[in-house]
């Protein structure tokens, strides 16, 4: 997995290339504390690159969101391929997260 | 006569041993040409089981085996696993199912559960000669 972060505006844009699995899941987790920790918490995950994800991989996108809610910031998740968007409908995480199709829509 | 192409893996307890998962069916996906949804599937329904036996179902801190098999045939593929884990039934573990109540609230092992239920067209369990024998099929 491969994490890079830009900044557009206030939001800070993380994206993420390759799987996020039970093996690497806690190297989102550090680079998201380190964000949440400096009070960043408008958040827009961008998954254009994303090939797969698991359970632990959507836990740790749960426990981000419910922290930066009670901050009172925002975490979007934009570009999910349609494999990926199938496991968060399976999941009904589709309908907790501020899904966007594109950064753009999500910018807007 | 139905011919049918089989891989097997077997892997030990260890969590960082889930990249060999990986690796298993990216190969059997390539070589019978699944497809990169099915791939994804699979791999993703043995992720949850594996870690799930390899996090909950040993009480002692001992090397085990866990063993994969993976079955083609024309229209589906099977997917046996095998372990010595303690006694553990998928099919009658807490789901939850996609419905309205708030996913945040949801225990969130059940997740790894519901992805089985969900992904894959059909789901056996058995315990025999204390192994757990969990039968999977995807048809493709």
Redesign the interface.
Known sequence: MNITESKAGEINIVSIEG?L???NYGELEHHLSSLTDNDEVQILLDLSQL??I???G??IL?MF??KIKAAEGRFMLCSMSN?IK??F?????I??FEIFDDQEAALK | MLTMDKKELTIVND??R??EL?AFVEEAADAWELS??VS?NI??VL??II?NIIFYGYEDDSVHEIRIDLMKADDEVKIIITDDAAIFDILAAED?A??EK???D?K?GG??I??VK??MDKVEYRRENEQNILSLIKKI
């Open positions: 799987r699995d039970t093996t090939e797969y698991s359970s632990s959507l836990r749960l969101l419910k494999d199938e496991i409908e399976i999941s009904g995480f309908n907790i | 969590i960082a889930l990249r990986q990169m949804k994804m791999n993703l992720e949850e870690s939850f996609g419905n708030a996913a945040e949801r969130i997740l790894g519901h992805f969900t992904l």
